[in-house]
């Protein structure tokens, strides 16, 4: 997978290095951004009050 | 891809059962990959909830806090209106247990939006909040332990004895903690009843519980803390901090 992008991609190592450190930062962005917000919601870490179950837990 | 000394595979093998190998080393390798990747995302994940969260939590509840304060300052000729509005947030929340010059904004409603603003927010429901300037009643809050401004982390150093100290527009309203519980369940509702019977109390007054989840990093059971009001002290010019916070 990792080999496959870094064969399609363009321009000598130096370039591809500098190509591949934006697609990193992109997709942490879009991790940071969009995935985790969506995400964390969905999973059983950060419930503080009290309720009375399923109403509140939705 | 140079596989060729590979112990079992070390005669000299023929065209096409080089072929079979390197494609189950390709399979091997991209399912590596993915594993790895999926390592890297978890921690990341780790990274989002207990920093990132506190980074973007921190501002958007100082920025709140700021604005209350701005409004305070600019209102105070008149005096009712702005205690009452609780859209911004209704006053500040001080536990010096939890840290020199803890200050926390408080907000109406425990739903997911208003507490990942990194403020308290008290309770709607199941059980209806009182307000600290009720004549009687119980003002129950609730805040993350963890991410998202995480300002109830130390909620475990509080100790009983200890002053929490509730500050509006004009008043600063000076509990002490009586009564702490380290561990209930996530359905003990009754913990943020009117009348905090959990707690030993079986009349009317003015209390303040907060709410959180415990152990650190899980939400399996909720932490409990319980206080009564002292006494009140009306806001000065300079607001001076009661003696309690000093």
């Known amino acids: 997978m990792y080999g496959w992008i870094w064969r399609h991609l363009p321009g000598n190592a130096w370039v591809r290095a500098l190509i591949s450190l934006l697609l990193v930062l992109a997709v942490i962005y879009v991790l940071f951004q969009y995935v985790f917000p969506w995400a964390e919601p969905l999973l059983p870490f950060n419930d503080v009050t009290v309720n009375e179950g399923m109403a509140a837990v939705r | 891809m140079t ?17 079979t190998w390197n494609r189950v080393a390709a399979t091997i390798s991209a399912t590596g990959e993915l ?48 205690r009452l509005d609780t859209k911004d947030g209704i006053g500040f929340l001080h536990v010096p247990a939890m840290g020199k010059g803890f200050e926390l904004l408080v907000k109406k409603g425990t739903s997911t939006n208003v507490l990942n603003e990194g403020v308290a927010g008290y309770y709607t429901d199941p059980v209806k909040s009182a307000m600290p300037w009720d004549k009687t009643g119980n003002f129950t809050l609730a805040a993350h332990r963890d991410g998202h401004g995480a300002k109830f982390h130390n909620i475990d150093k509080i100790k009983n004895g200890d002053p929490v100290v509730f500050e509006d527009r004009d008043t600063w309203y000076v509990y002490k903690v009586y009564k702490i519980l380290p561990e209930t369940s996530k359905y003990d509702v009754k913990v943020i009843n009117q009348i905090p019977k959990e707690s030993g109390k079986n009349k009317a007054g003015r209390y303040i519980t907060l709410t959180t989840c415990t152990p650190v990093y899980t939400s399996r059971y909720r932490y409990i803390v319980w206080a009564q009001l002292v006494r009140t002290q009306k806001v000065d010019a300079d607001r001076t901090p009661p003696k309690e916070l000093g």
């Open chain 2, 3 to 19: 596989t060729t000394d590979h112990g079992q595979d070390s005669e000299v093998a023929p065209p096409p059962r080089r072929r």
């Open chain 2, 35 to 82: 594993l790895i990747t999926a390592g890297l995302i978890l921690g990341l994940f780790v990274v989002y909830s207990l920093w990132w969260t506190n980074v973007t939590a921190d501002r958007q509840a100082k920025k709140a806090a700021d604005a209350v304060r701005h409004d305070w300052a600019t209102s105070s000729g008149d005096s009712k209106p702005g």
